[in-house]
């Protein structure tokens, strides 16, 4: 059986064709191997990373300088919404060692009065919660720009492309560890604070 141009050159063609895809797909292109390395060889550059939240939260100056204040503020609180307690119940005790001599009326009223006060300090301790609870939000806010300031330098943006926060209730669950940039992180936003404290000192 004699074969034509056209066969001859489709089986050439076909034959073409599997060599390629040997070489293409069957193991990785010297570009590709090239790549892998550099990757291998420089894990940090252009990497995703992740930072410890909550140890930023325990070694940050910053935020411990801000917590002890918030703390001196909530002792604050409660002292003043405990003199006010104490004084309602020091009224209250008076009231009912006097309530044998009053009459219907004056009875009716100061028990008017001894509601309006405890209503009072009801609301006060909701206020100050508010208070303390608007504090917290501050300084979390105060410190997410800290770390987005960090974050646009040179130093992280030319090596990053990606930086995860790590800590409960996020929904980073594994990470390597040596994508952990958490030191580093600590390490910078300390040297900064430190700087501006020296300042203003």
Known sequence: MK???????NIVLLVAVG?????NFSEPSQKAKAKIEKRVAQPNDNAIVY?????????YNMVNDMQQELLLEKTKMETRLQVEVENY??????????AAYFSERQRQKEQEVLMAKEQEIMQLEQNLQYEFADRQTALNT???????????TEEFSNQHIMIFGKGIGSNLLYADAGLN?????????????????????
């Open 3 to 9: 074969l034509n141009l056209s066969s001859i050159l």
């Open 19 to 23: 060599y390629l895809y040997y070489q």
């Open 51 to 59: 930072v410890e939240y909550d140890s930023v939260l325990t070694k």
């Open 89 to 98: 119940k020091k009224e209250v005790q008076t009231f009912q060692e006097r």
């Open 142 to 152: 105060k410190l997410e720009t800290k770390l987005q300031d960090l974050f646009r």
């Open 181 to 201: 940039i958490t030191n580093l992180v600590i390490e910078r936003l300390n040297e900064d604070y430190n700087a501006i404290e020296k300042i203003v000192d």
